[in-house]
């Protein structure tokens, strides 16, 4: 039986991977869950799973969490503080599935914690990659990706072979706008655009899908997860999101992982790894998907995937910057304050405006993160009036 934490309980990615544990009780024992305010179904996921502990980060509403778990055996705690206490209390497991930077401090909490942590979050290793690899070597941690491109890659890599591999090519469904041109995306809702076509997502990253600032960020992750020069990881269009990810070998090879579009198959591999667990998924009907298609992504129209390579590239700061400016834009754009073009006009304003040295800690990464934010925020202010 492991034990498991898990950061960031109510969202998504939480929700997805206690519905796992609930389906397996005797394979874990659950040490900790977190959220930021959803007293109701943080208590509720407590008692279902018998967790030990649950955490509010907002501290204010810790009297609530408090009266909900009363007369059962939960503790309870709330502050940022005590979510970071919770990620380092020595589960054998952590699921990180705080959103934003909010989850930085958690995710290093767990990773010197030593144990495996899943990183089901981008920022660590978008905003923080250097500083979070540093720390996961110097106290020998296992990370392993929850995102669907990155676990497929991880499935499919040979890690004997990595001189071997002539590509990893990571695939996007291309988001709701894939077919539409530039004009016609300037007069994007928000509704529209969080209106995934296959991912049922939370509204931040079902905008950056949109963007294809998602890919993007993933771009990122995935030259920090795995050792293969960035300028080997390509992006291919695949509208029916079955195929997350492809490794390409000299030989010829190239292995793909399948699977329907349910985050539930790729934190499954991870709960059990390096074994397997059963999912509720159906077996997947290749016969009834018909066919797959593919296309290269339009930089042009999607302008976000040029960006992040650029801070790929550039390396230091710039992923930090390009995540901190994205994620202003967005939620400018999500209250209506914005168009839609404008999301990758004002991050690519931000990376020209904020130029810091590469951070070395993560209070450094912090304190750039809301440089970012203060710059971006200004952008949008420009744009509103």
């Not at 070998?249 to 499954?268: C, E, F, N």
């Not at 042009?300 to 202003?328: D, K």
């Not at 904020?354 to 800690?361: G, H, I, L, R, S």
């Amino acid at each position: 039986m492991k034990s498991i934490t898990v950061l960031g309980a109510t969202g998504s990615v939480g929700t997805s991977t206690l519905d796992l544990i609930e389906r397996s009780p005797d394979r874990f024992r659950v040490m900790a869950l977190t959220a930021n305010c959803d007293v109701e179904r943080l208590a509720a996921a407590a008692i279902r799973t018998r967790a030990e502990l649950a955490v509010v980060a907002d501290e204010s509403c810790l009297p609530a969490l408090r009266e909900a778990l009363r007369g059962t055996n939960i503790g309870t705690a709330g502050g940022a503080r005590a979510v970071c206490e919770a990620a380092r209390s020595g589960a054998d497991l952590t699921m990180a599935a705080i959103v934003g930077v909010a989850g930085l401090g958690p995710v290093m909490a767990a990773i010197e914690a030593g144990g495996t942590v899943v990183l089901a979050n981008k920022e660590p290793l978008v905003s923080a990659g250097d500083v979070i690899l540093a720390a996961a070597r110097r106290s020998g941690a296992t990370l392993l990706p929850a995102d669907s491109e990155h676990n497929a890659i991880f499935q499919c890599l040979d890690p004997r072979q990595i001189d071997r591999v002539r590509r990893i090519i990571l695939t996007a469904s291309g988001g709701p706008f894939r077919d539409w041109t530039c004009d016609a995306m300037r007069d994007v809702t928000p509704e529209q655009a969080v209106a995934h076509p296959n991912w049922s997502m939370g509204a931040k990253i079902s905008v950056d899908s949109a963007t294809l600032m998602n890919k993007g960020l993933e771009l990122i992750e995935a030259a920090r997860l795995f050792p293969v020069p960035p300028e080997r990881i390509e992006i291919v269009i695949h509208p029916q999101s079955v195929i997350h990810s492809l490794v390409e070998y000299v030989d010829g090879s190239t292995l793909a992982q399948l699977g329907p579009p349910d985050m539930r198959v790729p934190i499954a591999h991870c709960l059990a790894w390096p074994d397997r667990i059963a999912t509720p998924m159906a077996p997947l009907d290749l016969v009834a998907i018909g066919r797959l298609d593919f296309a290269a992504p339009d930089a042009e129209r999607f302008p976000a995937l040029a960006l992040a390579r650029q801070a790929l590239e550039a390396s230091g700061a710039r992923p930090a910057i390009l995540n901190a400016a994205n994620e202003v834009a967005v939620a400018a754009f999500l209250d209506r304050r914005i168009g839609f073009l404008e999301i990758a006009a004002i991050v690519g304003d931000t990376l020209d405006r904020y130029d810091p040295p590469a951070p070395e800690t993560l209070d450094e990464v912090l304190a750039i993160d809301a440089g970012a934010r203060r710059i971006a925020g200004e952008r949008v202010e420009d744009c509103v009036t």
